[in-house]
């Protein structure tokens, strides 16, 4: 049996995987068993922020191993107080909670933004429902699942959690008309990424702030997948020119490893108190050493801006191809509308022709790392140029 077949003997069918062996890796190329070479547009699903192996944090994490791998949450530990300082002076938020992945960041801030209403209005006021949008993903637990707003998602696991409401993206009137005196949140992605790497307009983006503010209702912004700089800025809400009141990231903020946080800002960080929330691994010392890692690359002099100039790059490299109806996105999240091609064969075939990409929805998506260079860009483009113009 070759590794693949041993992996299904033991390992749960939840995934359609694609047929690769990854190995190792280096920078922002991926190896396979049998010593093929793939670039990767995908950095996992936007994980690998800096690549495969990237020296500052595989330096960061190993001295991290060394020294202390883990403790409870009883405890302090200096590397958990050094990101979070970072953390906070970096996003302007000044308190977070951590866990170890875009779901459980996700439930954090359901569990604040309910129990921010109840302490404030009573149970009585049953203020609990969080309103979401269509199209939107935020996980895959029972609560995230219940707040996705994609119906192929709510099935077989009933009943699902009462209490998330969906509204239209981009529908200002719908959104005015749902938010009562029974809603505790509104919960969005600014770039709706598993939906299709669709942005939001910025007018109703304004309007969710202005309507929140006015009727105390918290603004959730969940940036899993467009926070820590993959659309040019740290935060996407600072292109929008928004501060919400709880801000969630996870898959690029440690380079790798797993992680999750929730930000919170004054009005709602001292909602958890002794003994409401929790998680064994949460801000695991590893974690926190690559978030550190990545954190000091991410904010380093020019960064960001290199990570606009290259979507931009990237962005035209994509138009070029006739075979491309439309570029959305920001920065280095870029989804690609298709005239008459199926993502799903282009995917395949990049595969065989040693490039990694992601599909959302019918587009292409790519999520490649922060530090790609432009002739890696060229690289990759050649081979995907190539398929789509046969
Ligand atoms: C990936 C993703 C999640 C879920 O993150 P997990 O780490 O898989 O739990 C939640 N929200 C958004 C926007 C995501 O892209």
New binding site residues.
């Given amino acids: 049996m070759n590794t693949m077949e041993k992996f299904n003997e033991h390992v749960m069918g939840s995934y359609g995987r694609c047929e690769l062996v990854i190995e190792k890796g280096q920078g922002r190329t991926a190896v396979d068993e049998n010593g093929k070479r793939y670039i990767d547009f995908g950095s996992g699903?936007g994980v690998n922020s800096l690549g495969y192996c990237n020296e500052k944090w595989v330096e960061a994490v190993c001295a991290q191993a060394h020294e202390l791998q883990h403790t409870s949450n009883y405890y302090y530990t200096r590397v958990q107080c050094d990101f979070a300082e970072r953390l906070a002076a970096a996003s302007e938020y000044s308190k977070m909670f951590f866990g170890n992945?875009?779901?459980?960041a996700?439930e954090c801030a359901i569990k604040i933004a309910r129990k921010y209403s109840f302490d404030k209005y009573g149970k009585d006021a049953q203020r609990n429902v969080i309103i979401t949008l269509e199209n939107s993903?935020?996980?895959?637990t029972m609560a995230?699942l219940s707040a996705t707003g994609q119906d192929k998602f709510h099935n077989y696991f009933f009943p699902f959690l009462e209490g998330f409401e969906n509204v239209r993206a981009n529908d200002i009137d719908e959104l005015k008309a749902k938010l009562d005196g029974r809603v505790c949140a509104v919960m969005f992605?600014l770039v709706q990424?598993?939906g299709g790497v669709v942005p939001l307009n910025q007018d109703f983006v304004d309007a969710i702030f202005e309507e929140c503010e006015k009727r105390d209702i918290l603004t959730v912004c969940?940036e899993?997948?467009t926070g820590v700089g993959r659309t040019g800025a740290l935060l996407t809400s600072q292109l929008y020119n928004v501060k919400p009141n709880i801000t969630t990231l996870?898959?690029g903020l440690a380079g790798g490893v797993p992680i999750?946080v929730c930000l919170a800002d004054e009005k709602c960080s001292g909602v958890l108190t002794p003994g409401t929330h929790g998680s064994t691994f949460g801000g695991n010392p590893l974690a926190c050493a690559g978030g550190l890692a990545v954190l000091d690359t991410v904010l380093s002099e020019g960064f960001l801006e290199e990570v606009t100039k290259k979507g931009e790059y990237f962005r035209r490299k994509l138009s070029d191809i006739a075979e491309v109806d439309g570029v959305d996105g920001a920065g280095l999240m870029l989804g690609v509308r298709l005239k008459t091609k199926k993502a799903g064969d282009v995917l395949k075939e990049c595969l065989e022709n040693g490039l990694l990409i992601l599909t959302a929805k019918e587009k292409l998506r790519f999520l490649p790392p922060l530090n790609i260079t432009c002739g890696e860009i060229d690289e990759g483009m050649e081979i995907l140029a190539k398929i789509l113009t046969k």
């Fill in positions: 699903i992945s875009g779901a459980e996700n993903f935020h996980g895959r995230t992605e990424g598993e969940d899993v997948q996870a898959k999750g």
